[in-house]
């Protein structure tokens, strides 16, 4: 059983950057696929990034392509989600997800494991 911590988010203003942090405990996390998802208040739980085990492969929402990057350190346990040039609208709260078979989380359906969250707030 594998579980996942966000950390990183907080409150800043539109245009900085910030880096989220999700950690994995448990057996073979570094040969799961792994998502970042979020939610702002009022709206379904929508994709945002996903990397597969390797990293060799990533994939982005058109709404946050070419702002943000998706990376992992196997060694570490962790991936990473560094967002660039956040705006209001970036608000929300971001979990990461995991999938076993190590491709990539495109789908709220296709993430097996979730973690708690953490809350970033962009403001203008």
């Known amino acids: 059983q594998v579980r996942l911590a966000e950390s990183g988010g907080g409150s800043v203003q539109a245009g900085v950057s910030l880096t989220l942090s999700c950690v994995g405990r448990?057996?073979?996390?570094?040969?799961?696929?792994i998502g970042w998802f979020r939610q702002a208040p009022g709206k379904e739980r929508e994709f945002v990034a996903a990397?597969?085990?390797?990293?060799?492969?990533?994939y982005y929402s058109n709404s946050v392509k070419g702002r943000f990057t998706i990376s992992r350190d196997n060694e570490q346990n962790t991936v990473y989600l560094s967002m660039h040039n956040l705006r209001p609208e970036d608000t929300a709260i971001y979990y990461c997800?995991?999938?076993?078979?190590?491709?990539?989380?495109?789908?709220?359906?296709?993430?097996?494991?979730w973690g708690q969250g953490t809350q970033v707030t962009v403001s203008s």
């Open positions: 990397i597969t085990w390797s990293g060799s492969n990533e």
């Open positions: 997800a995991g999938h076993r078979l190590g491709t990539m989380p495109l789908r709220r359906s296709e993430a097996e494991y």
């Open positions: 448990g057996s073979l996390f570094s040969r799961h696929g």
